[in-house]
């Protein structure tokens, strides 16, 4: 999780302390099992160190702290990196992580100043992708959307020229049903109420095609209202552009990392929005802060609900560059403007040197340098903030096209029908011919 420096001038080894990967600060190499020492490592961190050692010419080892925080003073005592920098017992000389210059730090070990200087971000998942991080959705037409949010609930799930399609159907069925029927019972000459062959074929047509079609409906229309959620995190997370957006919404919740300087930043702000935010962090049982920024990160990616990070820029845009590009950073920036620095102890004989060694590398570029390495690889992923991303809305629409089969097979059965009711016709007349020749016959012999 962080980086201490132990100079070698106290002949001290490196710690074997378990590794806490935080990226890009400090990484284990892929390799790292068949290298010793500082080879191990790479990150920002690493590459920092190294640029101050070349300067200063001092040599080091890199260790990590054991309880993996960075620092927090409780009961008159501190862990983490501060409780190693100011430990008695074999304690760190300088340490290079991202530990946030704060007064009450300040106050127990000596910093220099800033190597990178940021604000607080928030970050969200990018809309249209999956919580299990997978490609968006097939986004259709902004004008489609727009028809389909001013249409009624219930006719979301079908297309207009499928309903159009279908009530004509349904009523051509109905029409054609009737049609056939007194089309027979006029050529029967009858008022009879029982349905020829044909008409009870045409019924029950009519009555599978009406069956299929409710089913189809009823399955787009509850995979709609299930996904009704994730449509509008799509929506929710473009409306996040600053914390104030955040603190003013119901759906998506956040959180920060616990007992870090951000959480700090919170408890001790006297602003009534982020007090309130503060409150609702804290009190919300179903929302426990991750105590990591991985965790927190993981949280905004894989979450099943909509979910809002809130953490030091440079971690954001660091995030934000990472494939599948499936996080952004909302626009706005918030926060007084803060910074890493470089710890020594109290009255370290490197203080001052270090101190104006990273002022040197500041003003000619070797640390911005290192910042768009780690931290800003426009390669990776374009459009990190959520004011330079567009996508095209979700809709869960079942479409003409893709019931055109039903229709299809639905108009065989009517043909079919059709000659059913021909044949029939034409059975019962010459039917009704054999009769009357015969009753005919009979009156010819009565008669003789």
Known sequence: MVTICKSLRRN??????????????????????????????????KDLTDLLATRLNF???????????????????????????????????????????TRERTLAVDFSTPFIEFQLAILLRKPGFNPDGGLP??????????????????????????????????????????????????????????????????????WAFVTLLFIVYMGYFTTERLLGQFGSQRSNTLDIKSIRDLANQDNIRYGVMRAGSTFEYFRIS????????????????????????????????????????????PYAHYQATLQPCDVIIAPKYFGPKRGYGVATRPNHTLKSRINLAVLGMKENGEIEELENKW????????????????????????????????FIVSTIPVVLTIAIATCELCFRKKRKSSKSNSASGFELERWK
């Open 137 to 206: 959705t097939n986004p259709q037409t902004s004008g489609n959307q727009t028809s389909n949010e001013i249409s009624p609930l219930v006719l979301r799930p079908i297309s207009l020229l499928l309903w159009i399609a279908s009530i004509v159907t349904i009523s051509l069925l109905m029409l054609l049903s009737f049609l056939i029927e007194c089309f027979i019972r006029r050529k029967r000459g009858e008022a009879s109420v029982k349905v020829s062959y044909s008409g009870r074929a045409l019924q029950f047509i009519f």
């Open 12 to 45: 001290l080894m490196e710690d074997v302390y378990p590794m806490w990967k935080e990226e890009p600060f400090l990484m284990l190499k892929q390799d790292h099992y068949q290298l010793n020492g500082n080879d191990k490592y790479v990150g920002f961190a």
């Open 375 to 406: 931290f800003r690889n426009k390669d990776n992923c374009e459009n990190e903030e959520t004011k330079n991303f567009q996508i095209e809305p979700l809709e869960l629409q079942l479409g003409f096209g893709q019931l055109t089969g039903l």
């Open 270 to 313: 006297q602003d009534r929005v982020l007090r309130r935010m503060y409150s609702l962090m804290t009190s919300d049982t179903l929302n426990t802060l991750p105590r990591t920024v991985d965790e927190g990160v993981g949280r905004v990616r894989y979450g099943i609900q909509p979910y809002a990070y809130i953490l030091e820029g």
């Open 59 to 101: 040599t080091y080892a890199l260790s990590l702290v054991v309880d993996n925080k960075y620092g927090k003073l409780t009961k008159g005592s501190w862990n983490g990196i501060m409780g190693e920098l100011l430990s008695d017992d074999d304690g760190a000389d300088i340490s290079i992580a991202p530990m946030t210059i």
